[in-house]
């Protein structure tokens, strides 16, 4: 199979090289098409008023990968990877592994989810990967459950294209209890700009957002009120997995839209 691998923390990072590496000693074709320096929480953001660099690595990864250094966006990096450097649609497009989780309201700022879901929009399944801290660097588990999904979802082939959100507890893999089937839970943060001053004597802010863990899990108008959010899952050490979607539109809404003529 060949496997387009991306990331929103750089060509550099651990966590790509630890996830590419690891599939092409299974004996997948890699290619690698990742920014060249890190681009957390860019969402979907493309490039467009400048050009777009793209390079060939050398040295980082195993000689089995093809890996390219990319200037853009994550977005920016799945899209020229299918559409340039690729001379065919691969089996699946993979983003990650992050270093940090992707749970709940984050995906709709990570870099790491837009770039899986590059693929699913080209109609690829595709993986976003993330191991749920910021400073554990255990890659390995990751990357080892991630070559497990591939084979299942090669035996197993899901009926549509979709995106597959997985996030990995960072424990030891023993600890691992297992993996669930979850749904997109909430994430707020307590929003914190710190004002500064640059040596000129102007102001500037930074963004220092602190995470509200406590906050309650809504029940899902859909699904059933059992199935545990990702956020609760992770927490418990799974591994879990949550199908995203790209079509944002709320069907509950449209349905109380149609039968209320007085606003139309």
């Not at 992050?98 to 989810?113: C, E, R």
């Not at 390995?140 to 979802?153: E, F, R, T």
């Amino acid at each position: 199979m060949h496997i387009l691998i991306s990331n929103d923390d750089g060509i550099f990072a651990l966590g790509i090289r630890t996830l590419a590496n690891t599939i092409a000693s299974q004996g997948h074709k890699v290619t690698v098409v990742a920014p060249d320096r890190e681009r957390s929480a860019t969402g979907h953001g493309l490039t467009l008023h400048h050009p777009i660099r793209a390079d060939i690595i050398e040295g980082i990864f195993s000689p089995k990968v093809t890996a390219w250094s990319c200037s853009g966006t994550p977005s920016d990096c799945v899209k020229l990877g299918l559409s340039a450097i690729l001379q065919e649609k691969p089996d699946f497009v993979l983003s990650g592994i992050n270093q940090g989780s992707n749970l709940g309201t984050d995906i709709l700022y990570s870099g790491t989810v837009s770039a899986a879901m590059e693929g699913t929009i080209d109609g690829i399944t595709s993986i976003a990967l993330s191991l749920a801290s910021f400073t554990k660097k255990e890659f390995q588990p990751s990357a080892n459950y991630a070559v497990k999904l591939i084979q299942q979802l090669t035996e197993n082939p899901l009926p549509e294209a979709t995106l597959l959100n997985v996030n990995i507890p960072p424990v030891p893999e023993s600890d691992i209890i297992g993996v669930k089937i979850t749904r997109q839970g909430i994430r707020r943060y307590i929003e914190n700009f710190q004002e500064r001053l640059d040596p000129r004597g102007r102001s500037y802010y930074w963004l220092a957002g602190e995470l509200v863990e406590e906050v309650e899990q809504p029940e899902h108008i859909y699904l059933p009120p059992d199935l545990p959010t990702d956020v609760q899952a992770n927490q418990e050490n799974y591994i879990t997995i949550t199908p995203l979607q790209y079509n944002l539109t709320d069907v509950v809404t449209i349905q109380r839209l149609q039968k209320n003529t007085l606003l139309f």
